[in-house]
T-cell receptor
Framework: GQQLNQSPQSMFIQEGEDVSMNCTSS?????WLWYKQDPGEGPVLLIA?????ELTSNGRLTAQFGITRKDSFLNISASIPSDVGIYFC??????????FGKGTSLLVTP | EPEVTQTPSHQVTQMGQEVILRCVPI?????FYWYRQILGQKVEFLVS????????KSEIFDDQFSVERPDGSNFTLKIRSTKLEDSAMYFC??????????FGPGTRLTVL
């Protein structure tokens, strides 16, 4: 599948700080999805983006589908300890196969 | 809120044995998927299933693997003659008319 570059690989922040992470690809995607995964559990869908330029919020989370359709970012505002986990972007080009990034590991200290 | 469920949560098997991983997708969903995640790596697509047939599969999904929807609620992944490198978390997912895929909690497969 297409290579997705997700950055940063890890983040270590203090509670209350804002967080930003992004994914880029050399290929176009038609859908971008952002997931959070806790250790030993399945990915939980946070936000789904279906149109280029779309900006969508879910509570303290905001994600955007890049206008070129080759990138997406996820912002978390006012982080809290339960935000700890691994965040994955996943793109869908055509068909059904989600192509996942390698994840951003987020650690939040109180 | 409806969710995808998977059983067992952990499966230990000997190399060469067959395993069946089970999933119950969200009830009104029409598309079903299997993914795997080797420890510390990203999630990888295996196969998608729609209207009682495979709609797409990856290079990983070779003749060792098969999927089945034996009834109106279950969706299974069979791995024949397991190998050490099949050890991974296996996730089932489902989606409705939209492209948002909802994942189950996973089955950890350990091949000894």
């Amino acid at each position: 599948g297409q290579q997705l570059n997700q950055s940063p690989q890890s983040m270590f922040i203090q509670e209350g700080e804002d967080v930003s992470m992004n994914c880029t690809s050399s290929s176009i995607f038609n859908t971008w999805l952002w997931y959070k995964q806790d250790p030993g559990e399945g990915p939980v869908l946070l936000i789904a983006l279906y149109k280029a330029g779309e900006l969508t919020s879910n509570g303290r989370l905001t994600a955007q589908f890049g206008i070129t359709r080759k990138d997406s970012f996820l912002n978390i505002s006012a982080s809290i300890p339960s935000d700890v986990g691994i965040y994955f972007c996943a793109g869908l080009a055509s068909g059904y196969a989600l192509n996942f990034g390698k994840g951003t590991s987020l650690l939040v200290t109180p | 809120e409806p969710e995808v469920t998977q059983t067992p949560s952990h499966q230990v098997t000997q190399m060469g044995q067959e395993v069946i991983l089970r999933c119950v997708p969200i009830s009104n969903h029409l598309y079903f998927y299997w993914y795997r995640q080797i420890l510390g790596q990203k999630v990888e697509f295996l196969v998608s299933f729609y209207n009682n047939e495979i709609s797409e599969k990856s290079e990983i999904f070779d003749d060792q693997f098969s999927v089945e929807r034996p009834d109106g609620s279950n969706f299974t992944l069979k791995i024949r003659s397991t190998k050490l490198e099949d050890s991974a978390m296996y996730f089932c997912a489902s989606s409705g008319e939209g492209m948002s895929q909802y994942f189950g909690p996973g089955t950890r497969l350990t091949v000894l």
